[in-house]
C-alpha cells in the first residue's frame, strides 16, 4: 500500500507519495488557505492525484500541519478540526494518522481531541527522522517562511519546546526563512552611498527577492505572489529591492542593488548562526549540522559560520524530498511504523533478540563506485577501523566495476540471469580482497563462523559472499537485486541492529538503493544509505558514542 505524507501549512501544502520500494515522489503547491477555505478539499485531491494516487484509492495518509496558525481560526484547535475534516473528505478511504509532537501517530479522533499535541509539530517529524539516521546532530530547516534548529543527541530530540511560544523562547524556532520574511524583518538599515540607509516599513521586498536577485532561488521557487504583483525575475526583485530604501533602478545602479541585497543576506546568515550558538551552546556533543528545506543553503551557511561540520539530508531522501522534508518526514515515519506492526519482527523484539545472538553491532556496505575515489574510500575504511575498536563491524562489499564488467558481457552475449547473477557475485569477492587489502587487520571471510571468529580476534570481517549465498540462495537472480539487497540480507542473518550503505561522493536521490532492497531488509534494523562524506560523519558520531 502507498503511503502519502503531507505538510499543510496556511499558505503551502506539500505530498510526498512513498512507494513500497521505497521511493518518494513530492509535490507542492501554493495555496492561501484563508482566501479559499473551501478549496482545501479539492486541492488536496488535485495534488494527491499528481502524484499518482486518486482521491478515491485505499492508501496510509500521515498528516501533519502548521495551517491551524491561520488567522481564519480563532483558536488552534479549530484549525486542527477543520484540517482533519478536509483531509478525512478528500480521502475517505485513506488510514488516516496525524503526526503528534511526541512523535506518536493518532487518528483523527485522537487528534481532535488533543489539538495542541498535533498543532505545528512538523518540526519534530523531520527531527525523529533526522534521529534515526544522525545520532548526535542539530536539524537547521530553513523553509519558505520559518527556520527550525532541533538539537539531537543519542537519537533522541532535546528540543527546549515543544510548541510555538515556548519554541520562540528558546531560539529553536525563527521566523525568518527562504521566500515569504519581509526584509525589514531582518535588517532595520542597509548600505547606501557611503554609508547607510534605514529600511522603509512598506513591505517592498521579501527575502525571496534577494536569493533571486543574488543566484541563489530560481524564479520557480518564488511560490507566493510579489509584494508589487510584478514577476519573480531578476530584473523585478531588483525593483523591489530598490524600493526598500524608497528609491528605483533609475537611482540604483546594479552594484548598489547588490550590495543591499548581500547587507541581508548576510544578516540573515548571522541570525539563524547566533541562534545555532545558542543552542549547540546547551548540548556539547553536537558537532553536526543536518540542513535541509528550501534554504538549505541559508542553513549551511549559518551553521558553518557557527563552527558545526555540514551534512545535508537530501543526500538521505533526496534533493526533493529534502525541500519540503516533513511530508517526506512523515511518510516515511508512518511507513516504518506500520512495516513494524505487521512486519515478522517488530522493533522492540528485534531489539532484545539482537541484544542476544547478534553476530555483530554494525554492517557497512562499501559501494563498489568508491574505486574510482580512493582518497575517500580510504577515509570511510579509516572511519570503519575507528569503530571497529568499539563495536563489531563487518564489511560488505559492492559490486563496482567488476559486476559492471559483467553487465556489459551480459548485454552482449545474454548470459541469462542465473549466470549473471553468479558472476556477479563473485565480483564482490574481488572487491572484498581489494578492501581488505588497504585496511590494516581486516581478514576475508566467507560465512557467519569466519565472520564471528574473526570479530573475536579484534580483527575486522570484510566478506567475499559467493560461497554463503551459493548455499543459502535467498535472493532472486535478477540485476534488480544488487549489493544493496544482499548487504540486507546479510544484516538481517547477523541479527545486526544497524546497516550503513556507502555511496560515492555527491550520490543523493530516493533511487540509491535497488528496487528489491525494501523487501529484503527486515524490520527493525536502522539503515542509512549515505554519500561518503555523510557516512564518515555517521561513523564518526556512532564510535564516539559508544566510546
Not at 542553513?299 to 534533493?319: Q, S
Request: negative net charge; aromatic residues 6%; hydrophobic residues 50%.
Amino acid at each position: 500500500m502507498l503511503t502519502l505524507g503531507w505538510d499543510i501549512g496556511g499558505v503551502n501544502i506539500k505530498v510526498a507519495r512513498l512507494d513500497d520500494a521505497g521511493r518518494l515522489a513530492v509535490r507542492s503547491r501554493a495555496f492561501e488557505l484563508q482566501r479559499a477555505p473551501d478549496a482545501l478539499v479539492r486541492v488536496l485531491s488535485e495534488l494527491a492525484a499528481e502524484t499518482g494516487v486518486p482521491a478515491a484509492a485505499a492508501f496510509r495518509c500521515a498528516v501533519t500541519m502548521t495551517a491551524e496558525l491561520s488567522q481564519m481560526f480563532r483558536t488552534k484547535r479549530d484549525g486542527v478540526c477543520f484540517v482533519l475534516d478536509a483531509v478525512e473528505t478528500a480521502f475517505p478511504r485513506a488510514a488516516t494518522r496525524v503526526f503528534a509532537v511526541d512523535g506518536r501517530f493518532l487518528s483523527g479522533a485522537e487528534a481532535r481531541e488533543q489539538p495542541l499535541a498535533v498543532a505545528a509539530a512538523n518540526w519534530a517529524a523531520t527531527a525523529k527522522l533526522v534521529a534515526g539516521r544522525y545520532r548526535t546532530a542539530l536539524l537547521v530547516d530553513v523553509g519558505t517562511t520559518t527556520t527550525d534548529i532541533i538539537p539531537v543527541v543519542d537519537g533522541e530530540l532535546v528540543s527546549s519546546g515543544t510548541n510555538d511560544p515556548e519554541r520562540l523562547a528558546s531560539a529553536e524556532l525563527l521566523y525568518t526563512g527562504a521566500l515569504r520574511t519581509p526584509v525589514e524583518a531582518i535588517v532595520r538599515e542597509v548600505p547606501y552611498g557611503d554609508g547607510t540607509a534605514t529600511v522603509s516599513a512598506e513591505g517592498f521586498a521579501l527575502i525571496g527577492d534577494v536569493h533571486i536577485w543574488r543566484g541563489r532561488l530560481s524564479p520557480a521557487d518564488y511560490t507566493v505572489p510579489t509584494p508589487d504583483g510584478r514577476p519573480a525575475t531578476c530584473e523585478f526583485a531588483g525593483e523591489r529591492l530598490a524600493r526598500v530604501i524608497c528609491a528605483d533602478r533609475e537611482l540604483l545602479d546594479r552594484r548598489a542593488i547588490t550590495w543591499i541585497a548581500d547587507a541581508i543576506a548576510a544578516e540573515q546568515v548571522r541570525t539563524i548562526a547566533a541562534a545555532i550558538g545558542r543552542i549547540a551552546a546547551r548540548q556539547p556533543a553536537v558537532r553536526t549540522a543536518v540542513v535541509t528545506g528550501l534554504g538549505e543553503f541559508i542553513a549551511a551557511d549559518a551553521a558553518r559560520a557557527a563552527g558545526l561540520d555540514v551534512v545535508p539530508l537530501a543526500g538521505a531522501i533526496g534533493d526533493d524530498a529534502a525541500r519540503y522534508a516533513p511530508a517526506a518526514a512523515v511518510a516515511l515515519l508512518y511507513a516504518a511504523q506500520h512495516r513494524s506492526s505487521v512486519g515478522t519482527l517488530d522493533r522492540a523484539s528485534w531489539a532484545a533478540r539482537s541484544r542476544t545472538d547478534a553476530n555483530v553491532d554494525l554492517v557497512v556496505k562499501v559501494g563498489g563506485g568508491l574505486l574510482a575515489h580512493p582518497e575517500h574510500l580510504d577515509r570511510v575504511l579509516q572511519a570503519i577501523a575507528n569503530v571497529a575498536r568499539t563495536q563489531t563491524v563487518l564489511i560488505v562489499p559492492g559490486g563496482g566495476p567488476f559486476a559492471d564488467a559483467i553487465r556489459r558481457v551480459d548485454e552482449r552475449l545474454h548470459l541469462g540471469d542465473d549466470t549473471a547473477h553468479w558472476m556477479a557475485i563473485l565480483g564482490m569477492d574481488q572487491y572484498a580482497h581489494v578492501l581488505a587489502s588497504r585496511l590494516r587487520h581486516a581478514v576475508v571471510v566467507c560465512d557467519r563462523h569466519q565472520i564471528v571468529t574473526t570479530c573475536a580476534q579484534d580483527s575486522v570481517p570484510v566478506l567475499a559472499p559467493s560461497h554463503w549465498l551459493s548455499d543459502a540462495d535467498p535472493l532472486p537472480h535478477t540485476w534488480d537485486v544488487t549489493s544493496d539487497s544482499i548487504a540486507a540480507w546479510v544484516a538481517g542473518e547477523l541479527r545486526a541492529p544497524r546497516l550503513v550503505l556507502v555511496k560515492p561522493p555527491g550520490a543523493c536521490g530516493p533511487d540509491l538503493v535497488d528496487p528489491y532492497f525494501a523487501r529484503t531488509l527486515p524490520a527493525g534494523i536502522t539503515h542509512d544509505c549515505l554519500a561518503v562524506d555523510e557516512a564518515i560523519v555517521l561513523l564518526n558520531q556512532l564510535n564516539e558514542s559508544a566510546a
